[in-house]
């Protein structure tokens, strides 16, 4: 990283500081700043520990072409910033047992600050609950849901209704077969 460069980062990291000095100077000005500074080589750690985010520092070094000591500043500081929101292992479904993935689209019948706690509350809580999403279109939300059978689906979405207060429509549609999965981001 040029020396300007760096400059520019010690000054946007050390805002709540540089604010006194520079009034006219805001965050949202070093936020782009700050953005603008990742390189070529913190777009290949990105990349890197996308595929395996077990790699050791010197494995990482190696794919990267940086030394391991320069990779480990450079992860930390991804992390600092926010590209790396976390680290997780990826379980096999089917050997945890859960044999059926489905996708349940559903439209509330109201839009009550309530019901609406309530149905957060249990989505937040229920573990058969993968990724939910609010949404445009027909339906209101978006839910991947992981159980063992479809007993346990219908047991899922008769608990779901419960806890909502009925629903104006829900739909599931039953995974046959994965054709693309994954959480790779595509960085430049």
Not at 56 to 69: D, K, Y
Not at 98 to 114: C, F, T, Y
Not at 130 to 158: H, N, R, T, W
Request: proline letters at 3%; a neutral charge; glycine letters at 6%.
């Amino acid at each position: 990283m040029p020396h300007q460069a760096r400059n520019w980062r010690a000054y946007c990291l050390s805002y709540a500081v540089s604010k006194a000095y520079y009034p006219h100077h805001n965050r949202y000005q070093c936020d782009i700043l700050t953005e603008q500074l990742m390189d070529v080589y913190d777009k290949r750690i990105l990349n890197s520990v996308q595929e395996r985010a077990d790699l050791t520092h010197a494995e990482l070094a190696e794919r990267v072409h940086l030394s391991p000591s320069q990779c480990a500043r450079r992860l930390q500081r991804l992390r600092e910033e926010g590209y790396i929101e976390r680290t997780v292992a990826i379980l096999n479904r089917e050997r945890l047992g859960l044999d059926v993935l489905a996708h349940v689209l559903i439209s509330l019948q109201a839009h009550e600050g309530a019901r609406n706690d309530a149905f957060r509350c249990f989505v937040d809580e229920a573990p058969e609950v993968l990724e939910c999403y609010m949404q445009s279109g027909d339906a209101d939300l978006l839910m991947k849901v992981a159980v063992p059978g479809l007993d346990a689906l219908a047991g899922f979405i008769d608990r779901l209704i419960a806890v909502s207060g009925g629903l104006a429509t829900l739909r599931s549609y039953i995974v046959l077969r994965p054709i693309k999965t994954g959480n790779r981001y595509s960085i430049g």
